[in-house]
């Protein structure tokens, strides 16, 4: 009995023994894609790769000269993207969560970007703002739009320290305010100039035209924002690309909204299995009455949309 005893100890030791190796190859020997892909589960994203084996999978070295490129990053229920032109130019929308600056940098080093010419917060939020601390003092910035809403919260305290830290120009704008950035002009629908209870009233909005071609960047914006937007801009709101408004949520997107910028393409950023049911069933009825294709971050991670001046295209992850 004793010698079978020391057989089973022998043979639970040897076990432990290979556990352990395992562990350290999934921490250490992955290059740590291990933890980050545990990360992204924790967060409901569905990225499949690291950032740069998705910007690789789905921007070619051709596509980088040639295009306008909206990269949407799977951060899961917040929104980061960037705007890349083919001369080099770069822009910044929002930075997700606090947990998610690994990922918004690598993907801007994925995508050779080592300087932005601006980075946007469209509204305090966490979800939009949570690495913008970090984005700020990992990445040289030309210009910081952001609104004059603010927030008592240590993720907003932390956004604005790093531009002062970083001396970062910073520029607030509201409905009205134009700016162009490499070929790409950017005129501000919202905020108005008017006071919402709501913060993600305060979004900014940004109507992106490229060429003959056209994006709509909503933010959180909700049914108020939208009502006041298509009341002072709706003759100029027909787009091609409308990324979907507070992750798909029934109150960020409205007929009267649809009507008007008739889509032919729309983006929703959105966790997989998210505590708030995003996209609502609302929303996505009403984009499958209009027969608009929706591509969902969710669904299919990364999101690269193009554009050539002319026709817009797009590639996903999954």
Known sequence: MARRRKSTALQLVIALVCLLI?????????????????GDIWNNTI??????????????PEQKQSDLILYVIDTGNSDSMV???PDGHAVLIDAAENDDAQRILDTLQALGIDKLDAAVATHPDADHIGSMDDVLLGVPVDTFYRTTKTAKTKTYDNMVKAAEQEQTPVTFVTAGDAF?????DFTVLNPQDKKYDETNNSSIVLLVEYGETSFLLSGDAE???IADMLGAFA??????????GHHGSHNGTTEALLDATTPALAVITCGKDNDYGHPHKETTDLLNADNIITLRTD????IAVFSDGNDVTYKTAA
């Open 22 to 38: 395992l562990a350290l190859f999934l921490v250490f020997g992955s290059q740590g894609t291990f933890l980050g892909n545990l």
């Open 47 to 60: 990225n499949y790769g690291t950032a740069q084996q998705n910007v690789d999978a789905l921007v070619t």
């Open 83 to 85: 705007l890349h032109t």
């Open 180 to 184: 162009s950035i490499g070929g790409i």
């Open 223 to 225: 049914e108020e924002a």
């Open 235 to 244: 003759t100029e709101m027909d787009i091609d690309v409308l990324k979907i």
């Open 299 to 302: 669904q299919k991670g990364d």
